[in-house]
């Protein structure tokens, strides 16, 4: 069965996995924490890091998106749900859920693999997708200056 034009159920997920020098803890810090957040992330952040809690990523240029936690087990994994449009509520618009999985290396780094499903359309993929490759980016610069 069909759904409506434009609308694909079933894309994929974006999967990133990115290697880290900075020791989990470290990588954790910067994923949670406001201040490093708006540092690599969103322009601001808003957090109230507990499952249940809600928070928010606000971009100067493309709004404020509506974030809750599900998962907060620090300093190894993290997965919150966002809204795809910006001063949507979580429970009231499309969302994705992005995750967080660190896991320490022997060296003392981190291997960060981050995972985002959800998509209903081919476009939000292709979005969040060059989104991703640019923020990720962003983190590693963000720890080797900050580490």
Excluded: C
């Excluded at 470290?26 to 809690?53: I, K, N, Q, S, Y």
């Amino acid at each position: 069965m069909k759904g409506p034009p434009g609308v694909h159920p079933t894309v994929q997920a974006i999967e990133k996995t990115v290697e880290l020098s900075a020791p989990p803890e470290r990588v954790w810090r910067a994923l949670t924490d406001p201040e490093e957040l708006a540092a690599w992330f969103p322009d601001h952040a808003e957090v109230d890091l507990r499952p249940g809690g809600n928070g928010s990523w606000a971009w100067d240029k493309h709004g404020k998106f509506a974030v809750r936690f599900e998962i907060v087990d620090p300093p190894l994994h993290l997965a919150w749900r966002w809204s795809h449009d910006p001063k949507i509520p979580v429970d009231v618009g499309v969302t994705t859920r992005v995750e967080f999985t660190l896991t320490p290396r022997h060296d003392g780094g981190t291997t960060l693999r981050l995972e985002e499903t959800g998509f209903t359309t081919e476009t939000h993929y292709t979005q969040n997708v060059s989104g991703w490759d640019h923020e990720l980016r962003e983190l590693v610069g963000f720890l080797a200056r900050k580490s």
